[in-house]
């Protein structure tokens, strides 16, 4: 399967964003969804896990949902800070681990 | 704390072949499988493999399954992603990541990446 996700977003500081993640094929809420945060240069680290939840460290701005009409899973970043510009991934699996294009948020 | 620290950036010529290693501490490296993600420059992320907790199972991505073999020590908590024939298409940082042996799919610490380039 696929996860398709906008190639871009921008918002700008304080306010909210959401940036989705379809799957092709077989049920969003059959394998669990993670979102990976990716500033230039630096290595991926994650901000949510099975779908919903979030590390230690990562602030409540940050929340996870899926939805089951849409067959898609988001990431949803309130109160917008210019930390947060960098690129973010989702992640799902079945037999391998498939990862979304990637959507780089500007905050502006 | 939990660290993932992996080898130097290196360069190859067409044909040749590379290992990197990810030497890990701060967990107990017996617990944690093993993930191996690329990503080509200004591209995104793609997994490429993983080997299990007891270093007896590797599964690859069909794109690699030809070409890349995973290995681990428990002696020195090392893992090791070795590749052959490389192409230029190959050039890429490598990363190695962790997940647990109950949540295999949450990469949840990552090392700091390793840039292979690929160049006659």
């Known amino acids: 399967f696929i996860l398709t996700q906008p190639h871009s977003v921008s918002e700008s500081p304080g306010k909210t964003v959401t940036i989705s993640c379809t799957r092709s094929s077989g049920s969003i809420g059959s394998n669990y969804v993670q979102w990976y945060q990716q500033r230039p240069g630096g290595a991926p680290t994650n901000v949510i896990y099975e779908d919903t939840q979030r590390p230690s460290g990562v602030p409540d701005r940050f929340s996870g949902s899926i939805d089951g009409s849409s067959n898609s899973a988001s990431l949803t970043i309130s109160g917008l800070k210019t930390e947060d510009e960098a690129n973010y991934y989702c992640q799902s699996y079945d037999n391998f681990q498939v990862f979304g294009g990637g959507t780089k948020l500007t905050v502006l | 704390q939990v660290q993932l620290v992996q080898s130097g950036a290196e360069v190859k010529k067409p044909g040749a072949s590379v290992k990197i290693s990810c030497q890990t501490s701060g967990f107990t490296f017996t617990g944690y499988y093993i993930h191996w993600v690329r990503q080509a420059p200004g591209q995104g992320l793609e997994w490429m493999g993983i080997?299990?907790?007891?270093?007896?199972?590797?599964t690859y991505a069909q794109k690699f399954q030809d070409r890349v073999t995973l290995t681990r020590v428990a002696s020195t908590t090392t893992v090791y992603m070795e590749m052959r024939s490389l192409r230029s298409e190959d050039t890429a940082i490598y990363y190695c990541?962790?997940?647990?042996?109950?949540?295999?799919?949450?990469?949840?610490?990552w090392g700091q990446g390793t840039l292979v380039t690929v160049s006659s």
């Open positions: 990541a962790r997940a647990d042996a109950y949540n295999y799919y949450w990469f949840d610490a």
């Open positions: 080997i299990n907790p007891s270093g007896d199972k590797a």
